[in-house]
């Protein structure tokens, strides 16, 4: 396992060189410029547009997370599962947290737009499991990518302690990924109303 990158930086820039500068670029600008696009424009359309796609990737990953790569990671060694996260943590720092808060801050301004409505209740739901996404993306599993990320680079990575953060983020998303398959289950009570 190597302990620093090619560049020898630290800090974002090192991540962004492990993440694959372009990938890094992408994952945060894209769905940041359409998010932007669409709050500018004030199309509604547009808006639920960029919300559905950025929540259907957030999605989508995080249920390959539970589903699939959490239960073939517990079947590697401990050096095998480490090097896997030395890989794929420096691209999921870049790509989740923007597409969790591009599909929050979309979420949001099409409840605000929709509040009085029908869907009172059913988007009081959808913002408390928001909440919770929030706080599990925001609170735990990106501050497991950043402390993996901090020890790749330590003088003396802890293959241990990276496996078992890695494997933590992943049942973690599993969760997410369950989570965000009951805000599916609300929208679609919403769109049916």
Same mark, same amino acid.
């Given at each position: 396992?190597?302990? *620093? ?23 945060? *600008? ?39 790569? !959490?239960?073939?990671? !517990? ?22 947290? *923007? ?86 289950? *609300? ?7």
């Amino acid at each position: 396992m190597t302990t *620093v990158d090619d560049t020898g930086a630290t800090g974002i820039r090192g991540m962004a060189a492990r993440a694959n500068p372009a990938f890094a670029a992408g994952a945060v *600008v894209v769905p940041i410029l359409a998010l932007a696009v669409a709050l500018a424009t004030g199309n509604t359309r547009y808006l639920f547009y960029v919300h559905v796609m950025a929540g259907a990737l957030w999605t989508g990953v995080d249920v390959f997370m539970g589903a699939v790569l !959490g239960p073939v990671l !517990g079947g590697l060694d401990l050096d095998e599962r480490a090097s896997v996260f030395e890989r794929f943590t420096p691209k999921m720092t870049f790509l989740m947290p *923007v597409l969790a808060a591009v599909t929050i801050t979309a979420g949001i301004e099409l409840a605000t737009a929709l509040q009085g409505g029908l869907g009172g209740f059913w988007i009081q739901v959808a913002l408390v499991v928001a909440g919770i996404l929030t706080v599990i993306g925001f609170g735990v599993i990106l501050p497991g990518e950043v402390a993996i990320y901090r020890e790749l680079v330590s003088a003396n990575p802890d293959t241990e302690r990276i496996s078992a953060i890695g494997m933590r983020n992943a049942k973690l998303g599993g969760v997410q990924g369950l989570l965000q398959l009951g805000i599916i289950f *609300v929208m679609m009570r919403l769109r049916f109303l």
